[in-house]
């Protein structure tokens, strides 16, 4: 159930505006921004709307708020409890990190390392008092390790919302782009996109084309300023 929630919204996106001449999209493997739309996370991104519009009832509603606050607890405990050299026997410190400590670090630090997981913190008698469900384990594991990660994504999709609406004039010369390939510069002017956003959306426009749109974007504006100044 999770695996369709975190995806059906970005098929549906695809059938409207890709129409099905493309059907390798309908993977999810080729859906935009998936580090962000992870299976792991389907109910943290999608039930709060859900409530919103009356599609979940009070008692998943009720789950849902205690698994999210268990998480934010978890995460802030992690970030907050230090480990010490020697406050772990180093037989055990060997057993989670493969060495001996070799100074303090928070558990987040030591959560982040490829090798050691949430069960492994556990084990050496680091875990949460009282112990926090496998669900919440799992989810603030994902979220600690791959936290780089994802939020270079985040930061990607917020810089693509703000560019969403960019307006691209009706004389917009597609042809003057330096760089674009001969295919996607044939599909802009066959589409004719009146925005940015609608331009991302063209089949086989990669983020490479956007930028040099956005470029070319930025060009075109300054030499519109430069022909108003002329004519004032």
Same mark, same amino acid.
């Given at each position: 159930?999770?695996r369709?929630?975190? /995806?059906?919204g970005v098929?549906?996106?695809d059938?409207?505006t890709?129409?099905? =001449?493309?059907? /390798?999209?309908m993977?999810?493997s080729?859906?935009? =921004?998936?580090? #962000?739309?992870?299976? %792991?996370?389907a109910?943290l991104?999608?039930t ?5 519009l009356?599609?979940?009832n009070?008692v998943?509603?009720s ?14 405990r ?8 020697? +406050?772990m026997?180093e037989?055990?410190? #060997?057993?989670?990190l493969?060495?001996?400590?070799g100074? $303090? +670090?928070?558990?987040?630090d030591? &959560?982040?390392?490829? !090798?050691?997981?949430h069960?492994?913190?556990v %084990?050496?008698?680091?875990?949460a008092q009282?112990?926090v $469900? !496998?669900?919440? @384990?799992? +989810?603030?594991e994902?979220q600690?390790?791959y936290q780089?990660y #994802?939020?270079?994504? +985040?930061?990607?999709? %917020?810089k @693509? !919302? ?5 307006v &691209?004039?009706? %004389?917009?010369?597609? $042809?003057?782009?330096h760089?674009?390939s ?8 066959a !589409?004719?996109?009146?925005?940015v956003?609608q331009a991302a959306r #063209?089949?086989?426009v ?6 040099l749109?956005?470029? =070319?974007?930025?060009? =075109? ?5 430069d022909d ?5």
């Amino acid at each position: 159930p999770q695996r369709n929630e975190a /995806y059906l919204g970005v098929m549906v996106d695809d059938l409207i505006t890709q129409g099905t =001449h493309e059907p /390798y999209r309908m993977f999810t493997s080729r859906a935009e =921004h998936r580090l #962000i739309l992870r299976e %792991d996370n389907a109910d943290l991104r999608l039930t709060e709307i859900g409530h919103s519009l009356g599609l979940v009832n009070e008692v998943r509603w009720s789950q849902f708020n205690e698994k999210r606050e268990a998480v934010a607890r978890e995460r802030q405990r992690l970030q907050d409890a230090w480990v010490r050299p020697g +406050q772990m026997a180093e037989s055990q410190e #060997i057993a989670l990190l493969g060495e001996p400590l070799g100074k $303090e +670090q928070r558990l987040t630090d030591l &959560l982040r390392r490829p !090798a050691v997981t949430h069960t492994a913190l556990v %084990d050496a008698g680091l875990g949460a008092q009282p112990p926090v $469900e !496998a669900v919440v @384990a799992a +989810q603030v594991e994902v979220q600690i390790k791959y936290q780089g990660y #994802i939020e270079r994504a +985040q930061a990607e999709i %917020d810089k @693509a !919302a703000r560019q969403e609406h960019a307006v &691209l004039p009706a %004389d917009f010369d597609f $042809e003057g782009v330096h760089g674009l390939s001969a295919e996607v510069m044939q599909k802009f002017i066959a !589409a004719r996109p009146q925005t940015v956003g609608q331009a991302a959306r #063209i089949a086989g426009v990669t983020p490479a084309a956007i930028s040099l749109l956005l470029v =070319h974007l930025k060009k =075109h504006r300054g030499r519109v300023a430069d022909d108003v100044r002329e004519v004032g």
